[in-house]
């Protein structure tokens, strides 16, 4: 939250990999609201994310100078989601967040090894899009997850795929071009614990949740 900027390149990669899974999760709420929420424009979710990381980061460091932040962390989740629910969902919706209970505060285990760093590629902003909507999309078609994903090019869609299956993240458990009919694309182990890894960890809320 404080030092990635000057913690060097893998640092800075690290962070800005994290940030865009976050802007995809959010940039969804585009498709959950009303017309509004459809007319956004896809830069709002990294204002929200931004504005969202602009309050951590202050709190962060006044911590670190040994003042004490109020209220806590967790105390601040349901302001915080009503803050980024309220351009796609309103302010009900933004309402209801504010009543939600808080979760129990939970220890995160860190993994033995990074799954990241075996990878022979740069995860980009569009591959980790397109490896969120496959996790989130299991066994979804090309089109599905270019919809997902918001990649309109087909070809495009077809070339990150293709990347992210070479890689061994995910896999083609459809027929294919081989019989004409649909690939169905599903994550491998080792793309689930990648997408994990990069934020997509399975119990957090996304904007596809907050209605429910």
């Not at 990381?53 to 962060?60: D, G, H, K, L, T």
């Not at 990074?114 to 969120?132: C, G, S």
Request: proline share 4%; aromatic share 4%; glycine share 10%.
């Amino acid at each position: 939250m404080v030092d990635a900027l000057s913690a060097g390149p893998r640092a800075i990669e690290r962070r800005d990999s994290v940030i865009a899974v976050l802007i995809a999760a959010v940039d969804e709420g585009r498709a959950h609201g009303g017309k509004a929420a459809r007319d956004l424009p896809s830069l709002a979710a990294e204002g929200v994310v931004g504005a969202v990381f602009s309050v951590i980061y202050a709190r962060v460091l006044r911590l670190r100078a040994g003042v004490r932040a109020e209220p806590s962390f967790l105390g601040l989740l349901n302001e915080l989601m009503g803050m980024i629910v309220t351009p796609y969902l309103g302010a009900a919706a933004a309402r209801r967040e504010l009543t939600r209970p808080l979760p129990s505060a939970r220890v995160h285990r860190r993994h033995s090894s990074d799954p990241l760093r075996d990878l022979d590629m740069r995860l980009t902003y569009r591959t980790i899009r397109v490896l969120a909507a496959v996790a989130a999309n299991p066994g979804a078609s090309n089109r599905r997850i270019s919809e997902a994903a918001d990649v309109s090019d087909q070809g495009q869609i077809s070339k990150l795929l293709a990347r992210l299956q070479h890689l061994g993240l995910i896999d083609n458990t459809g027929d294919g071009a081989v019989k004409g009919e649909p690939n169905s694309w599903t994550l491998t182990a080792t793309g689930a614990e990648v997408e994990h890894a990069i934020g997509g960890a399975s119990g957090d809320r996304g904007v596809g949740d907050w209605e429910s």
